[in-house]
């Protein structure tokens, strides 16, 4: 079996989402979304990081003048994290010019060379402000590539920011992403690592159907539409084509009428292992979980059954999300699976 090279440190995690990103971007939330009690209730997990996404909006304005205060709630997670013995990702979830969500109304980014600049000098800010803490946090420089297309653009452009950071933190993890969301498909397209403190990080919301049922901002998809994990993977098919317009993998090269189990994710992954393995870089999935439309036991097994694939590689992950976004793990509707859950993120 290959024995990939691993992310020690960011084994087990959890994604603070919602806090400093996807959120309204208010002093309010900043202040009471997250405490230091949840922090210390993630340690008491088991787990040995969180994962924090930022949106610019948190330290830059409009113009791109940098928000002190903004920088303020970075230098409070990490320093929470610290103080639990956690280690921490700093996610750059949305940038000026790009967002994963179109809804965001962000355009431009891969095509102007003043918001790339932009991007830049935020990361050389980060640097100088948290290099500092490189034993214990590391640089998740853009959350989910969309467009295929972007492709040798993203390569170019994170190949430019990587020269720039390690010119100021030559030791920090760096994490990449690729195109399709962080998907799994796009690790073998992002370029060769440009050192060995570089980590391929992907996203898993594998079969998107299951994990995104009913989602109301999902195209395509019956906001009433329900299912089990367990079905067959010809139900998998049916299910995807009736409500997903896109994203619809269908699940080729499998019995119809054989219900669905772990060598569904061991094959979904085999690829990107063996891509990773061959670089003799750490594999990372940044994000995972499964929507709060399913039922609490439906996705206890999801969770267990995509973990002990994560758990035969070695590759470390933080599940999504420790509380609300349609996702939380501490919210009333996993109460009866959380303490099985939180053994297996």
Known sequence: MTRMKRFDGYMHGVNLGGWLSQCDHTK????????????????????????????????????????EDGFGYIQKAIDWAGENGLNMVLDLHKTYGFSFDSGEQESGFFENESYQERFYKLWEEFSRRFGKYSDRLCFEILNEVTDKEYCEKWNAISGECIRRIRAIVPDIKILIGGYYNNSIEALKDLALPADENIVYNFHCYEPLIFTHQGGYWVPGMDTSFRMPFEATYGEYDKYTLENLDRFSEMMTGYDPNAVIGVEYFENLISEAVRVADERNVAMYCGEYGVINLATAEDTLKWYNCICSCFDKYGIGRAAWSYKEMDFGLIDDHMKSVLGEIVKTI
């Open 28 to 67: 309010e939330r900043y202040d009471t979304f997250i405490s230091a009690d949840d922090i210390k209730v993630i340690k008491g997990w088991g787990l040995d990081h969180i994962r924090v996404p930022v949106d610019y909006n948190l330290v830059e304005d409009e113009a791109g003048n940098y928000q």
